[in-house]
């Protein structure tokens, strides 16, 4: 006799399980769709954000009356350069555009991948890939289009290669970031990676958040020894409280670009202020700087104790010698060449990050204002490395030398 266990379910009741299991799992979709609609979310997202706070300001400013499609305009050329795409106006292509901007589009870039990754069940590297790259052209044909409906009368307009290019790359990086963090991608990527990698990547991390530290002490310090400078250009730049507000809000989105000079000025590398003329600890030939209130914290004259700010990197690299020592024990060939290989990651970083913190607000002596790349990548990486290995030695020879003097005794 068959037992009730053993007797297979009617057909019926088959169905009605189907059924039931197919309502309770989520509808996945295509890929494509998936990086489409993540795409538009995004572009949508920011210029809607953008959008509010542009228009507030232009009910509150006098020119409330020019026409609604003045602040529509206004916020697409915003939304661009947001991306980090440089506008040309009369003639001259602005490049130096505030870093914090960037962080809107690639925070919805990366909900928007993490969504897409989820909803699309993606598998293996080549789906991920494939969102990637869908989801990034789809994204700057967006800011394509954008870029073709913002014009401003011809008074201000981004290049439509500029407006793809840097949307393109702001989508690569943001989708890539959110479509990792899916279904524990990072943690599979780490899991893969070498043993040795992990003391760099340590040893990377934390002379970077030493320099970060650094760098925004030494700015904070400098805002407030030229404290009436900064003052005196934000009275020059408003005339009423909705230009107050305007200037105040312009100045902390250039806060990060301050710390990358900033980076650049105690680095030894210093900071070009137009025409040739530079910044450095040693000296400072004159220039000209953009009307900008945080940026009065460049010294007009760096005084006599400031090669001493040299050593800051110096600490940063000994920052980073101390954590990985206290984290990981390691033979001195191998901390050396880790601290090594972190100071150079961190060099990496700088010199992205001094690239996009410069640039030019028009042409001849303005045909760029920041720190230099690549010598501020060089300076930070032989300071840190010197300050970390350093250390090292120390800390490894030192306690060696000791014990072969006990022995002789």
């Known amino acids: 006799m068959t037992s009730t266990i053993e007797r297979p379910p009617a057909a019926g009741a088959a169905g009605r399980a189907d059924s039931g299991q197919r309502q309770n799992q989520p509808i996945m979709a295509a890929i494509p769709v998936a990086a489409v609609s993540a795409a538009a979310w995004a572009a949508m997202c920011g210029l809607a954000g953008i959008g509010i706070f542009v228009t507030i300001g232009w009910v509150l400013s006098p020119r409330a009356g020019d026409g609604l499609g003045v602040p529509v305009e206004s ?92 949307s393109a790359a702001t989508a690569a990086v943001g989708l890539t970031l959110g479509i990792g963090s899916a279904h524990g991608g990072w943690a599979r990527v780490r899991s893969a990676l070498p043993v040795e990698v992990l003391p760099v990547a340590l040893a990377a991390a934390s002379i970077a958040c030493a320099l970060l530290a650094l760098s925004a002490a030494i700015a904070v310090v400098a805002l407030i020894a ?7 250009l934000g009275q020059a730049m408003s005339t009423g409280p909705t230009d107050v507000l305007g200037v105040l809000v312009l100045s902390l989105v250039y806060v990060p670009n301050l710390l990358v000079w900033a980076l650049g000025y105690i680095s030894g590398a210093g900071v070009v202020i137009g025409g ?83 640039g030019s607000l028009g042409a001849a002596r303005l045909s760029y204002l920041g720190p230099k790349p690549l010598l501020t990548a060089l300076c930070v990486f032989g300071l840190t490395a010197a300050g970390s290995i350093a250390f090292a030695l120390i800390v490894h020879l030192v306690p060696t030398l000791r014990a072969d003097d006990t022995a002789n005794l």
């Open 75 to 166: 916020a697409g050329l915003l939304w661009l350069m947001s991306h980090h795409a440089g506008v040309t106006t009369g003639g001259a292509t602005i490049t130096v555009l505030p870093l914090a901007l960037v962080v809107i589009p690639l925070s919805l870039l990366r909900i928007a991948g993490r969504w897409a990754a989820r909803i699309s069940a993606v598998e293996g590297w080549v789906d991920q890939g494939l969102l990637v790259v869908a989801g990034t052209t789809a994204y700057a044909l967006l800011a394509f289009g954008v870029s073709q409906l913002c014009d401003l009368g011809g008074a201000a307009q981004v290049s439509p290669a500029m407006a793809v290019g840097w």
């Open 276 to 358: 040739g003329a530079c910044a450095t600890v040693f000296s400072v030939s004159g220039g000209l700087l953009p009307s900008i209130p945080v940026l009065a914290a460049i010294p007009s004259d760096p005084g006599r104790l400031a090669p001493l700010l040299l050593f800051l990197p110096v600490l940063a690299g000994v920052a980073g010698g101390v954590i990985l020592h206290r984290r990981i024990h390691l033979e001195l060939r191998d901390e050396v060449l880790a601290l090594a290989a972190g100071s150079a990651v961190v060099s990496v970083g700088v010199l992205v990050l001094a690239w996009l913190s410069g």
């Open 226 to 232: 030229n404290w009436s400078t900064v003052i005196s």
